[in-house]
C-alpha cells in the first residue's frame, strides 16, 4: 500500500478533495493510506486570542534579515514529520520527502509513473508551505527534495499535494479499473463526446462528428491523434 504523509496547516482544504470519487474509493479498498499532519498541533503555547480566548500555537515568525511576510517555523515542521516517519515500518529508504518549490523539481507524468511504482511500502511526506515559505532548514536535516507543479506561484502547498497524490493514484494497478483507462498511455483525444448524438442548445444544433459513429477504428483511431493525446490537456 502505498502511504501519504501530508504536513499542513489546512487538512480539511485537502481532506474534502481526497475523500471522494475515484480517490475515496482507493482509501477503502487499502490501495492508499492519507495521513495528516497539522504543525499548529506540535507547536508551543504561547498566549491567549483575543477573541476565542483560546491558546494560541504559533507557527510562523519574520524573517530574519527582514523582507515582507511570515516564514514558517522549523521545529513544528519538524516534530511533525518526525511524526510521520515513526509510522514508518523497515528500511527509511522507502521514504521520499518533498518540499513544494516554483524552482523545484517539475513534477510530470513519467515522475508520477516512478512514485507509482517503486516496490514496497513505499512513504511519500509532502510537506506545505505557507507565507513566504518554511524556514530553509526542514530541508536540510530531512534531505527533502523541492518539486514543483509548474511555473507560478501558489498561495499555499495543499493543492500542489492533491495533485500529486491525485496523479499517483491513479496509476496504481487497479484504481481506475483498466490500466488502459490511464489516457497517457493510449490515443486520447482532447475532444469527447457522449449522447445525445444532436445536442440542440440555444436553438443550435452540435452534432457528434460523424467519424465517431461510423464504426472504422482505424478512421477514429486518426481522428483522435489529430486531436492530441490527454497528456498535452489539463483534466478536471
Partial sequence: MLNFHIITLFPETIEAYLQASILGRAQKEKKIKISYYNPRDYAETVGKQMAGKLDYKRTDARPYGGGPGMVMLAEPILKAVKKALSKVKGKKSSVKIFIFS????????????????????????????????????????FKAQDLSVGPYVLTGGEVPAMIIVDAITRRLPGVLGKDESIEERRVASSEVYTRPEVLVFNKKKYRVPKVLLSGHHAEIEKWKKGRGKAGDKSRG
Fill in 102 to 141: 516554483p524552482s523545484g523539481k517539475l513534477f510530470d507524468n513519467n515522475f508520477a509513473d516512478k512514485l507509482a511504482h517503486i516496490k514496497g511500502g513505499q512513504h511519500i511526506v509532502l510537506i506545505c508551505g505557507r507565507y513566504e515559505g518554511l524556514d530553509a532548514r526542514v530541508k536540510k536535516i
